[in-house]
T-cell receptor
Framework: GAGVSQSPRYKVAKRGQDVALRCDPI?????LFWYQQALGQGPEFLTY????????KSGLPSDRFFAERPEGSVSTLKIQRTQQEDSAVYLC??????????????FGNGTRLTVT | DQQVKQNSPSLSVQEGRISILNCDYT??????FLWYKKYPAEGPTFLIS?????DKNEDGRFTVFLNKSAKHLSLHIVPSQPGDSAVYFC?????????????FGKGTKLTVNP
């Protein structure tokens, strides 16, 4: 496709359930980022991949959050035992290069997660 | 602690006039700054950027100004159009540990009235 694709667009989970959010980056893009955007806030960094290597996971809020990109293309963000504070929009972004100076991030439309 | 601050949650201007959106940052290690625009139910889209070695960058109706000594940047939109109505996010990049993650402000909602 032409842009970054995320699925599902909306996800409602009961507290304690596990969820998996998918991101299809733009073909050929090396870098892939996951961001979390709470209501009324800006996006906050979660984790970063360069190809299949997860180079930075410093933004993951707890060990319930796990991300992977096994073949350097599609990425999955998994949240185990969801809590109400996990409710947010999860944004995936990709870029052609490893540095944002050379190649700005292209964002998907996000997955809105609601934990009840 | 917010490293990138957008102190105006909203701004309303008349079509054809100038829109000025402001952003302040605290981390002197930031070396690249970007503005993103976001419509409801969509992801942010890149608008314009500026390197810390410059003080101005222009692209059509959009100009970004950087004042490093004041740790302040602004986005000017001239002339403003109703289609510019959106939330604008200021972001800064930090190069550390092999990634260049972006740090975003909370955004300013711009409304351009016809």
């Amino acid at each position: 496709g032409a842009g970054v694709s995320q699925s599902p667009r909306y996800k409602v989970a009961k507290r304690g359930q596990d969820v998996a959010l998918r991101c299809d980056p733009i073909s050929g893009h090396v870098s892939l980022f996951w961001y979390q955007q709470a209501l009324g806030q800006g996006p906050e960094f979660l984790t970063y991949f360069q190809n299949e290597a997860q180079l930075d996971k410093s933004g993951l809020p707890s060990d319930r959050f796990f991300a992977e990109r096994p073949e350097g293309s599609v990425s999955t963000l998994k949240i185990q035992r969801t809590q109400q504070e996990d409710s947010a929009v999860y944004l995936c972004a990709s870029s052609l290069d490893r540095t944002v100076n050379n190649s700005p991030l292209h964002f998907g439309n996000g997955t809105r997660l609601t934990v009840t | 602690d917010q490293q990138v601050k957008q102190n105006s949650p909203s701004l309303s201007v008349q079509e054809g006039r100038i829109s000025i959106l402001n952003c302040d940052y605290t981390n002197s290690m930031f070396d690249y700054f970007l503005w993103y625009k976001k419509y409801p139910a969509e992801g942010p889209t890149f608008l314009i950027s500026i390197s810390s070695i410059k003080d101005k960058n222009e692209d059509g109706r959009f100009t970004v100004f950087l004042n490093k000594s004041a740790k302040h940047l602004s986005l000017h939109i001239v002339p403003s159009q109703p289609g510019d109505s959106a939330v604008y996010f200021c972001a800064a990049s930090v190069a550390q540990g092999g990634s260049e993650k972006l740090v975003f402000g909370k955004g300013t909602k711009l409304t351009v009235n016809p």
